[in-house]
C-alpha cells in the first residue's frame, strides 16, 4: 500500500526561524516521485518540488530545501529564515507508475498547517 | 498565460440532486485530474483524463463519474449526492500523463451538500 504521512498537523514558529517539515513515505515501488505542495488561504495548490526516487541529491532553492532520504523513506523540507509569508498547509505526495498507459494518481499526506509570528 | 480554471467557485445543494464541475487546463497542458479535499485533510485522488479517457481512478464510487472533451477541458459529475461529498473540488492539469509531470492546480470548486 502507498501512503504519506505527515506527523506535524500544525507548527508555529516566530519570523525568522528555521522550521522542518516532516515527510515519511510508503510504498513497494522502485520507481516513484516525491513532492511538495503548498496550500495558500486562497486554496490553490503551488507545485514546489518534484523528486524522483533515483536521485537523493538534496536540493536548495532560495530559502527551502529538502533532504531526501531513501534509507528512512523519509522526504524532509526545510524553510530558513522563515517569513509570515510562508504561512500555509503544504503537503507532502507520492506518485507511482501504474499500468502500461503510465497514468498515475498523486497520494497527498494530510499537510502541515504552518504558521509564521510576525 | 491562463492557468487553470474551474467553475462554479461556490456550490450549495440539497442530498440526492446532481452536480457538474468544469476545468479548463493550463494551456497547453492536455491531462486533467480531479481531487476531493474534505476540510482539514490532503487531495483525494478521483480520476485522471488523458486522451478523452478515463486512464486511472482512486477510490470513489461510480456516482463519481467524468468527462474530457477534444480540447482538453474536463467534468466532474457526481449523482446522488450525499452530505459527506461536501468539500474542495480541485482540477489539475499536466503536461502529459505519467507521475512524474507535476501538476498545476486550480482554486477548487467548494461544495456544500445540505
Known amino acids: 500500500a502507498q501512503k504519506v504521512t505527515q506527523a506535524q498537523t500544525e507548527i508555529s514558529v516566530v519570523e525568522k526561524e528555521d522550521v522542518t517539515l516532516d515527510c515519511v513515505y510508503e510504498?513497494?515501488?522502485?520507481?516513484?516521485?516525491l513532492f511538495w505542495y503548498k496550500q495558500p488561504p486562497s486554496g490553490e495548490l503551488v507545485f514546489l518540488i518534484r523528486?524522483?526516487?533515483?536521485?537523493?541529491q538534496n536540493e536548495i532553492s532560495g530559502r527551502y530545501s529538502w533532504n531526501f532520504q531513501k534509507s528512512t523513506s523519509s522526504f524532509n523540507f526545510t524553510i530558513t529564515a522563515s517569513q509570515v509569508v510562508d504561512s500555509a498547509v503544504y503537503f507532502c505526495?507520492?506518485?507511482?507508475?501504474?499500468?502500461?498507459?503510465?497514468?498515475?494518481?498523486?497520494?497527498f499526506g494530510s499537510g502541515t498547517r504552518l504558521s509564521i509570528r510576525p | 498565460d491562463a492557468g487553470v480554471t474551474q467553475s462554479p467557485t461556490h456550490l450549495i445543494k440539497t442530498r440526492g440532486q446532481q452536480v457538474t464541475l468544469r476545468c479548463s487546463p493550463k494551456?497547453?497542458?492536455?491531462?486533467v485530474s480531479w481531487y476531493q479535499q474534505a476540510l482539514g485533510q490532503g487531495p483525494q485522488f478521483i480520476f485522471q483524463?488523458?486522451?478523452?479517457?478515463?486512464?486511472q481512478r482512486g477510490n470513489f464510487p461510480d456516482r463519481f463519474s467524468g468527462h474530457q472533451f477534444p480540447n482538453y477541458s474536463s467534468e466532474l459529475n457526481v449523482n446522488a449526492l450525499l452530505l459527506g461529498d461536501s468539500a474542495l473540488y480541485l482540477c489539475?492539469?499536466?503536461?502529459?500523463?505519467?507521475?512524474?509531470?507535476?501538476?498545476?492546480f486550480g482554486n477548487g470548486t467548494r461544495l456544500t451538500v445540505t
Open positions: 489539475a492539469s499536466s503536461l502529459v500523463a505519467g507521475p512524474n509531470s507535476p501538476l498545476h
Open positions: 510504498t513497494r515501488d522502485t520507481t516513484y516521485y
Open positions: 523528486r524522483n526516487s533515483f536521485d537523493e
Open positions: 505526495a507520492l506518485s507511482e507508475a501504474i499500468g502500461p498507459s503510465s497514468a498515475s494518481k498523486i497520494i
Open positions: 494551456s497547453g497542458h492536455d491531462t
Open positions: 483524463y488523458y486522451e478523452e479517457e478515463e486512464r
